[in-house]
């Protein structure tokens, strides 16, 4: 499932395309992803002009001059093609190709968005695991997917007394609360185990140690540090090419060549020669080092 730095990157290869056109026509090929699509789905986005796109955990936020919002969610395999009738397009730091045929019409293209300059912008998710809804914008704060989601990990509101005082008293491994996205948003299983590795700390480790009864364990701000490292690396990096994720032009992204522990079992640690190991924790692969990790 695409984490924060994909969904950033997809983000962002969308602005350009889509800030400030309109969408001259929205083509649904089946009533639903994981939901149905809301009632008058399509009616309501067509002649809507697009204001900014936003990022929220893993939800692509769209503003709308109707003052309704549309939220994305990619899902495990849903991604954007962006096909532009005007041929090979530099977009800042994004290139866009125009492929064979307009686009939208393969067996898993859902979804087609087509907007006033000819760019079409096809939605397409084999597995149907994405979500698309349309809401007023004043509902987002109560949404039900948005209402309950923890602090951004890029943002200022995530800092050594804010996570102390959210693990204090707690028995669940360190992995797992880094995982509540009640406390961090967007954080997922891949960048979780990377920055534990960076900071030292094993994943077992119950996340209550690091909060003290006054304050917070200095580790919890080295934690933090290389969370935000390695989130920006990845998202400069384009994210991780894992099953199907890929850019809007198609392009793959390339963190996973970085990886340090993350599906590496069995391989060298980079910092002390150990195996690194694999141990299942809450239904899900962890990835660390014993020997470097405590």
Do not use: W
């Amino acid at each position: 499932m695409p984490e924060l730095p994909e969904v950033e990157t997809v983000m962002r290869g969308l602005k350009p395309v889509l800030e400030g056109r309109r969408i001259e026509e929205v083509s649904l090929r089946r009533s639903g992803l994981r939901f149905p699509f809301p009632d008058g789905f399509a009616e309501r986005l067509t002649g809507r002009r697009i204001g900014n796109l936003n990022r929220r955990a893993k939800y692509i936020l769209v503003s709308l001059d109707s003052d309704d919002v549309l939220l994305v969610h990619l899902g495990m395999t849903g991604r954007f093609t962006v096909f532009s009738p005007a041929g090979r397009q530099n977009l800042g730091e994004f290139y866009f190709e125009t492929a064979a045929g307009e686009g939208g019409d393969g067996t898993h293209d859902h979804v087609v968005f087509t907007l006033d300059d000819g760019t079409r912008v096809v939605y397409t998710d084999p597995r149907r695991f994405g979500i698309m809804d349309l809401f007023p914008e004043a509902e987002a704060p109560a949404h039900k997917l948005l209402h309950a989601i923890g602090v951004e990990p890029l943002g200022n509101e995530l800092h050594g007394d804010y996570l102390a005082e959210r693990f204090r008293g707690k028995a669940a491994p360190l992995k797992a609360a880094l995982l509540d996205q009640q406390i961090i948003a967007g954080l997922g299983n891949i960048y979780v185990c990377e920055a534990l590795h960076r900071a030292g700390l094993s994943p077992k480790r119950k996340s209550g140690t690091l909060a003290r009864r006054k304050g917070h364990d200095p580790r919890l701000d080295a934690l933090i540090r290389h969370i935000r490292e390695i989130l920006s690396e990845a998202i400069l990096a384009g994210g991780s090419t894992l099953q199907d994720f890929a850019h809007t032009d198609g392009a793959s992204g390339a963190f996973q060549q970085r990886f340090l522990v993350y599906d590496r079992e069995g391989e060298p640690c980079t910092t002390c020669g150990a195996p690194i190991e694999r141990l299942v924790q809450s239904g899900r692969s962890t990835f660390y080092c014993r020997h470097c990790q405590k």
